[in-house]
Each structure stands twice: as structure tokens, then as C-alpha cells.
């Protein structure tokens, strides 16, 4: 089963416009992490955000803000008033923190193109 | 900030050939990674490293081996690589301590023909 699902390969949005990107994650663990990653067309993967699975606050940088809805188990990544340069594809990951489990799953990303 | 640096940005192999794609990190990291990254797949873990001469299999180590021998290098190695191998890698580091967020490489786009 796919440990992280990201549902729009492509999403549109206008520039200063806010847009939402799907994720949905699915894990028994109770302590897990999330994470927002952009890659530009450069190829560089940037971290964005991060939001734990214990935090009662939804995370929030700058113009991102992680949508943490723990018991639909989504992490919705907000982009508000978005820019031109916040075209790039998205990936949403989670690592899960008991066992041994020490890298992060990625989902497949979303590939967002901010229009002028 | 932590640098990582990828040597190759876009490399061309031909079938049967050895491949090294070298991976270099400047922050005194423990943890290191090689992912491989393919349309709608997403990045899929091939091997990582947790210290020097440590390492362990990720979700699609076959094909793949790793090095390494220094703290601030991580190679991964395509005995004979194959067409099936063409693809964007990454490396990525990560300390041990503080937050899990790991920092990458600008990626190497290997084509094999």
C-alpha cells in the first residue's frame, strides 16, 4: 500500500491566488513526521515544512502552511498568494519514527504551475 | 548552510558500463542517501548510509552498490548499468541530531544507451 499519496500530478493556480496541495498519508505509527519538499526546474530539493505527528499547531513558514489533519490523515500543504517562482514540483514525505525506519517516503508528487 | 555536492550533473553511459556517481557533504553529517527519481513514482530510496563503511539497503537497492569510506562521501556504483537505470539521482545528508530534515544534491540525470 502506498505509504504516501499525492492525487494531483498537475495543478494550475494564478499568481497571488492561495492553492492547496493534496496529501494523504497512511501509517499505524502514533510518532511520524511530515515534510513539504519543492523541487524547482534545477533539480535541487528544497524543504519547505515540517509538521510531527504530536503537534497540536499547524505548521506554518513564511507562506506555507501544512493543513495537519491527523485523524483523516492528511497534510494538506497551503501556498498562499503565490508567486512565479513557486512553480516547481512538490513532494510531500513522512518518516515514521519507531522501529528502524530511517529514511522518508515520498510520494509522487505535484507539479504546480503558477500562472501570470 | 550544509552543501551538498553531486559531481555530475548529466552524465550519458552506454549498457555494460561501470558507473560513479559521487556525492560529497561539507557539514560533518552522519546519515547519508542515494535516491533515484522517476515520473509519478516519486523518490525511491536505493541505499543509505548511517556512518562511515555503514550502510543499508533502501527499497531498491538491486543493480546498485555503495562506498563509504570517508564521513563526507557517499558513492553510488552501477556495476553494469543498464537501460532501465536511466534516471535523476539524489543524494541527500542528514545529522543524526536535531531536526530530520535532509538537505540534497542539485541530482545527477544519468542516461544509459
Known amino acids: 500500500a502506498q505509504k504516501i499519496t499525492q492525487t494531483q500530478p498537475g495543478m494550475f493556480v494564478q499568481e497571488k491566488e492561495a492553492v492547496t496541495l493534496d496529501c494523504t498519508y497512511d501509517?499505524?505509527?502514533?510518532?511520524?513526521?511530515l515534510f513539504w519538499y519543492k523541487q524547482p526546474s534545477s533539480g535541487e530539493m528544497i524543504f519547505l515544512i515540517y509538521?510531527?505527528?504530536?503537534?497540536?499547531q499547524n505548521a506554518t513558514e513564511g507562506r506555507y502552511s501544512l493543513n495537519f489533519q491527523k485523524a483523516r490523515k492528511s497534510a494538506n500543504l497551503v501556498i498562499s498568494a503565490s508567486q512565479l517562482g513557486d512553480s516547481a514540483m512538490y513532494f510531500c514525505?513522512?518518516?515514521?519514527?519507531?522501529?528502524?525506519?530511517?529514511?522518508?517516503?515520498f510520494g509522487s508528487g505535484t507539479q504546480l504551475t503558477v500562472l501570470p | 548552510d550544509v552543501k551538498v555536492t553531486q559531481s555530475s550533473r548529466y552524465l550519458v553511459k552506454r549498457t555494460g558500463e561501470k558507473v560513479f556517481l559521487e556525492c560529497v557533504q561539507d557539514?560533518?553529517?552522519?546519515?547519508m542517501f542515494w535516491y533515484r527519481q522517476d515520473p509519478g513514482l516519486g523518490l525511491r530510496l536505493i541505499y543509505f548510509?548511517?556512518?562511515?563503511?555503514?550502510?543499508e539497503k533502501g527499497d531498491i537497492p538491486e543493480g546498485y552498490s555503495v562506498s563509504r569510506e570517508k564521513k563526507e562521501r557517499f558513492s553510488l556504483i552501477l556495476e553494469s548499468a543498464s537501460t532501465n537505470q536511466t534516471s535523476m539521482y539524489l543524494c541527500?545528508?542528514?545529522?543524526?541530531?536535531?531536526?530530520?530534515?535532509?538537505?540534497f544534491g542539485a541530482g545527477s540525470r544519468l542516461t544509459v544507451l
Open positions: 541527500a545528508s542528514k545529522s543524526l541530531s536535531g531536526a530530520n530534515v535532509l538537505t
Open positions: 501509517t499505524s505509527d502514533q510518532s511520524y513526521g
Open positions: 509538521q510531527g505527528s504530536y503537534d497540536e
Open positions: 514525505a513522512m518518516r515514521e519514527f519507531s522501529g528502524s525506519a530511517r529514511q522518508l517516503t
Open positions: 557539514m560533518d553529517h552522519e546519515n
Open positions: 548510509s548511517y556512518d562511515v563503511k555503514m550502510k
